[in-house]
């Protein structure tokens, strides 16, 4: 059993990536039931890059959805895509609608793409109606709207 990150991350060193990474999805399973594993990996999410990457593939076992939305301000362009592909996954609907709040909107593609390929489109749908015309943004993100949306807004704004 592990007890401080240090031997964690030796045990997790030997291993081939996929296994380090299959590893870490068990930790993130086990740290459901088990306090001192949820804080071994909150201790390792606040660690140097390659701890919380670590960190944050035990969320696809873990679903720990504060620690995916707190890593869409990493500084790491990695760390941040990694986020993106398990908001979806993890996050309930309000949390998804935090997210398109708070993150930048550099980030607005990947994120429609990752809801829309998981079917939040009325989350899509409602964001969009409430852009402006005006938004550089409107006619990147308008592509992800249902149809009745597109066609609704563009009567509109004809």
């Not at 296994?19 to 990996?41: K, N, V």
Request: negative net charge.
């Amino acid at each position: 059993m592990f007890v401080t990150v240090d031997q964690l991350l030796q045990d997790v060193e030997t291993l081939p990536h996929a296994a380090r990474l299959q590893a870490m999805i068990a930790l993130g399973r086990r740290s459901q039931t088990d306090a001192e594993i949820a804080a071994l990996l909150n201790e390792l999410a606040q660690g140097e890059w390659y701890q919380r990457f670590l960190a944050l593939n035990a969320c696809f076992g873990s679903a720990n959805a504060a620690q995916v939305l707190a890593a869409l301000d990493d500084p790491s362009r990695i760390l941040r895509g990694l986020a993106l592909r398990l908001l979806p996954l993890v996050c309930s609907p309000a949390q998804l609608q935090q997210a398109l709040t708070t993150v930048p909107s550099a980030l607005y593609l990947p994120l429609f793409w990752k809801l829309s390929k998981h079917g939040h489109s009325a989350l899509i749908d409602a964001f969009v109606e409430q852009l402006s015309p005006d938004d550089p943004q409107f006619c990147k993100l308008l592509c992800f709207a249902s149809e009745t949306v597109v066609l609704r807004l563009s009567l509109i704004h004809i």
